[in-house]
């Protein structure tokens, strides 16, 4: 399934070096105000080729506007946003089409679909994610208009932990590190890992502040199991945490439990959501990232005809890919919580304001 | 969203304490022999009551099968199964009907629609998981034919963790734990941790053995993206992990991707899960429990009319509410694996064997 | 998939000679009032054995209410509903177990599945039809709060057709027919062919008074496409038509188009549905139902060894199955625009009130 | 909703005069051959300004496919195909985008969205059922390949029926009519009714040969169901039969029934389908269109300030929008299909060949 969301419904398609990737967004609320120019600041923090520590592929990544909007307003009708694969280099695929890469979806796609599009990792390539961010503006924009607004930092590279916490300096580094006094320190992390050729796991943090209590759907579309889907749907990600996560299990139940007061919830352990449903504190997971299996260090493998193989890889591959997962990750944050919005007041639009609301 | 599932669909319904739970699986293969005391073992395994450390509700749990299987043979028709509810004690909900309990879905649903079944927990009860088990019965009767196997074990209960491995034994002593030498140190835990009032988290952890190379469906229908969402489902549960996991941030590449041979993989980092798809090797997933929130021991809280109030929690609740989510963990790894095999073969169903295979 | 809607979500199970039937309902908006007693009505119109005309059958029918109702209102979380097949008589199904009656689904399910349940028809039996018309209580219920209404009659018997039309009397025979001066014609028309031993087709039209502008999904979910599978589910249907339907061929342009004006419609051969959307007026649905296929004059058939035989149908059989379809249709049109309201105000309930409004 | 299709699933978008219009196929099943121009014919065969009888835009509706095809074969991920808008003449839409057209979906999308793209019907075009041809190649090319094949003619055009019945003729004139001595009196009808200003509906009837017993689910995902939603989303759609329709409503059961021998069917009132299942024989669909409302001759109606106006429509527009309505409704017939299909073989894919199959 290459769709995603029940009501806000994001379908994506392309490979990484076919002709174009884009989406179709159906179910989009009618009345909302976008211009092609809105897609340019997440996909530009997405992109590649931000920093040295990223990638080198260097696309415009403009996004074309194909339906669904008419005098910069959103009609109703499904959204198609188009964004051409300029530099898709030409080159010859002929090894790469034989050989199977370890930690790459070589083998899984060529054992469930018996062919592969080998060009570029073709559709399980990270720019299948461009879309996502490229519909989450819409989303973000809709959530925005009312007062949900989604964040995201860098926790973790390697082992490498940030020793204090500042949103406001996030944006101003490339890592999106919430400590800037350790950003030096990154670099030469970073500058000495990509020198060993080899590569690093990451974690980032997203975060939904605004988010009204009532929010997501009991067992089966809970929020969280949303969530859950949403990040673990991202390339390389191997674990998703809601408030706690996996600390929990070492917690007591009187440490764990948020005491509840007329002026609020006096902790948030339970990352702003309860029973599946939106508790109206601060929604936040995080989400861990493998380190990229693209390395210039050989690896043993095998090839099309189970002959023993090394296989290196050239070309332009981030040494860490949860660098740039943090818009990937705000973006998912934000098509489920629209989904979830547009459900709620489906079934619930009949419920009043319910108090007491703290 | 009540139902899980796209092709082997599980409908679930019922309340804690009202007449009845039960589900409807939609989509089930015609031809599985079944009878109603097949469900008796795994309902017996998730039970509670099974131990002094698990809560005292004491239900016979037996299934009544209405529909769809004739002649002791499912007919491809929906499979409706009821279990009544023998112990729901009738009492005097006046009191809790008006708290909202710290950590748990009261003020959540509250908010949500207005309206709050106060018996129990109502739909918020983990007594909703009942059927989930009942439903994998079904799943893994079909999966054990084509050699999948589903089983699992605790991995953690508050900070104490297995110190040896030994599958053998984890159905022989209450608490599904993998090293004997352990048990007499975790009653002893326990029944510290029941007399202080006080309860603790645990993880568990749930592997597939035979799954073939191929089932899962990349970007947002992903074999590990729908087990995130699976097991994220289960009441309490705030984290989730495929393969390594959370460690796998601290990894290099050359440690965590996972070398290929004639003879197979060389190890198991993925978690069986590579773009999605599964790789022929073991499907590995952990899930953290939060510690429950049901304790005797006070918490501070609000009333429905806003009221500061002192919440104290009667009556029965496991001090570890993860001790018996074992079988509840590997029946949505069921549940999932079953759904997407029905769903490979729907699509690929023309692809003949691919080789190589290893 | 024996689920219908995409919001308000019905799944029925159960076969005609089972334990039971029943149906879960999904998505319900919180805070209706309903009690076990107000499906008596409906549930005795669609009913067998209401008078010689229809089949023998008799039973209580009596709904239990499983969950999602507390306190006589819904909760939103699922509505179980269940009946017990009472008066499911022992007899020796061995006969008819291995032959395939003509048309009915006989042949087609032992294709499809392997297997077949032939106890009453099994899960192709039209008892089925009953938790359509039991959820439809509640999705009128809510509509009828909103000024939505539903009803319907029969236009045609046979060759017979009303030739005069007061919805008055609609409920005051045993036809639904619309002209009371020709019940005891249709009672001498069903005499004559009950004793001739053959069955006669029938045609019933619904409608629905107080649709709002807007409900309906353009392209693939339109109000009219929706009411067209809605209808076709229905056990023995050949044909729907909105509006106009098939007369719409031989009218030109300027006829069939309904004019405007500031007080309204001049007139409404579209049947209130423009592009797939409502346009205010009312929604009219005309469906066909073949004659039914039980007889007992034989035809000729084979049997599961492939041998040919003949088949004579015995025992309580409609000699008009349309007789008692029109609580049917209108329970259906009545799903259809429950889900419809509650997708449009997900999408577009930022859309305040639009002018002009006719 | 967009989307059609469960498994094979077709999401189309663009509007009328927007920049292009496009779909999105996901789940098509991996190792198809196909080409850009293999569209080509049914493109064609769908296309406007075929002849003097339909409206005289003229585009080449070149498909560009974006994704999903490697190497001229089909990968298992989702196919996107483009077709630019390149004879949406600019005009000044200020005129009509004030105005309500009787019969068109304009008030309703106004009701429904607060806002309308009025260029040349928006989203509400014909235009869209480009995408569904164009879809549609490919799942006849799938279909054709295990043996069904589907073709249609038109049935009717206002009053006029065939009067004879040659599969062979119907390509070989403008109309798709079977019988091709009836042509010139077609041509006479259409040009008088050209020069009258007005227009008139038709009856499209569409078949598929070879279709095996046992697709289709029963209840809500039967055959016919599917097929009654599908034929109804095509533009200007007012009623859908099945074999014998609203004939069967004026039958007796000892005419309708098909009767069975070792032979196979003796007749085939039921269209190929019982129970919702398809019997192995040729399934059969008739399809009723109104006439069109975009016409030159004077309709009172109302504009977006209530005021009363005279809606005159010039431009090209079809006088019988049916005549090249025939490989519209083949393609969706054949998009159901091939989703029955798969589905079929996704829960019934352990079932061996039954018999007796007759």
Same mark, same amino acid.
């Given at each position: 399934?290459?769709?995603?969301?029940?009501?806000?419904?994001?379908?994506?398609? @392309?490979?990484?070096?076919?002709?174009? &990737?884009?989406?179709? &967004?159906?179910?989009?609320?009618? +009345?909302?105000?976008?211009?092609?120019? #809105?897609?340019?600041?997440?996909?530009?923090?997405?992109?590649?080729?931000?920093?040295?520590?990223?990638?080198?592929?260097?696309?415009?990544?403009?996004? #074309? &506007?194909?339906?669904?909007?008419?005098?910069?307003?959103?009609? @109703?009708?499904?959204?198609?946003?188009?964004?051409?694969?300029?530099?898709?280099?030409?080159?010859?695929?002929?090894?790469?089409?034989?050989?199977?890469?370890?930690?790459?979806?070589?083998?899984?796609?060529?054992?469930?679909? %018996?062919?592969?599009?080998?060009?570029?990792?073709?559709?399980?390539?990270?720019?299948?994610?461009?879309?996502?961010?490229?519909?989450?503006?819409?989303?973000?924009?809709?959530?925005?208009?009312? +007062?949900?607004?989604?964040?995201?930092?860098?926790?973790?590279? @390697?082992?490498?932990?940030?020793?204090?916490?500042?949103?406001?300096?996030?944006?101003?580094?490339?890592?999106?590190?919430?400590?800037?006094?350790?950003?030096? #320190?990154?670099?030469?992390?970073?500058?000495?890992?990509?020198?060993?050729?080899?590569?690093?796991?990451?974690?980032?943090?997203?975060?939904?502040? %605004?988010?009204?209590?009532?929010?997501?759907?009991?067992?089966?579309?809970?929020?969280?199991?949303?969530?859950?889907?949403?990040?673990?749907?991202?390339?390389?990600?191997? +674990?998703?945490?809601?408030?706690?996560?996996?600390?929990?299990?070492?917690?007591?139940?009187?440490?764990?439990?948020?005491?509840?007061?007329?002026? +609020?919830?006096?902790?948030?352990?339970?990352?702003?959501?309860?029973?599946?449903?939106?508790?109206?504190?601060?929604?936040?997971?995080?989400?861990?990232?493998?380190?990229?299996?693209?390395?210039?260090?050989?690896?043993?493998?095998?090839?099309?005809?189970?002959?023993?193989?090394?296989?290196?890889?050239?070309?332009?591959?981030?040494?860490?890919? @949860?660098?740039?997962?943090?818009?990937?990750?705000?973006?998912?944050?934000?098509?489920?919580?629209?989904?979830?919005?547009?459900?709620?007041?489906?079934?619930?639009?009949?419920?009043?304001?319910?108090?007491?609301? &703290?």
């Amino acid at each position: 399934m290459n769709s995603f969301g029940h009501l806000f419904r994001v379908t994506t398609f @392309g490979e990484s070096h076919g002709p174009a &990737i884009g989406c179709v &967004i159906d179910g989009c609320p009618p +009345g909302i105000a976008i211009t092609p120019e #809105e897609f340019a600041n997440d996909l530009s923090r997405r992109a590649t080729g931000k920093t040295r520590h990223t990638s080198a592929r260097n696309e415009a990544d403009a996004v #074309e &506007i194909l339906s669904g909007v008419y005098e910069g307003m959103t009609t @109703g009708t499904p959204i198609a946003l188009l964004i051409r694969n300029t530099d898709a280099r030409s080159k010859d695929y002929a090894n790469i089409a034989r050989q199977f890469r370890p930690g790459h979806a070589d083998y899984t796609y060529w054992q469930k679909y %018996g062919i592969r599009d080998p060009r570029g990792g073709g559709r399980s390539s990270a720019r299948e994610t461009t879309m996502r961010v490229a519909a989450a503006v819409i989303a973000r924009k809709w959530l925005g208009e009312r +007062g949900v607004h989604v964040r995201g930092h860098l926790a973790q590279i @390697g082992d490498v932990v940030p020793v204090g916490h500042d949103w406001s300096v996030v944006e101003g580094n490339p890592f999106f590190w919430p400590h800037a006094a350790q950003v030096p #320190e990154l670099e030469a992390y970073m500058d000495a890992l990509r020198k060993s050729g080899d590569s690093v796991g990451a974690k980032v943090v997203v975060e939904a502040d %605004g988010v009204p209590p009532g929010w997501g759907e009991p067992i089966y579309g809970k929020l969280d199991g949303e969530l859950a889907a949403a990040m673990m749907s991202i390339n390389a990600v191997k +674990g998703v945490e809601i408030g706690d996560g996996f600390a929990s299990v070492a917690q007591r139940g009187t440490e764990h439990r948020d005491a509840m007061s007329p002026n +609020g919830f006096a902790s948030n352990h339970a990352g702003g959501i309860l029973g599946g449903i939106s508790t109206g504190q601060t929604v936040r997971v995080a989400v861990a990232f493998k380190p990229t299996s693209s390395l210039r260090l050989p690896a043993e493998s095998i090839d099309v005809d189970g002959n023993v193989i090394e296989v290196v890889t050239t070309g332009r591959h981030d040494p860490c890919v @949860g660098i740039r997962a943090t818009p990937i990750c705000e973006a998912m944050l934000a098509l489920v919580l629209i989904d979830q919005a547009l459900r709620h007041r489906a079934q619930c639009g009949d419920v009043g304001p319910v108090q007491p609301r &703290i």
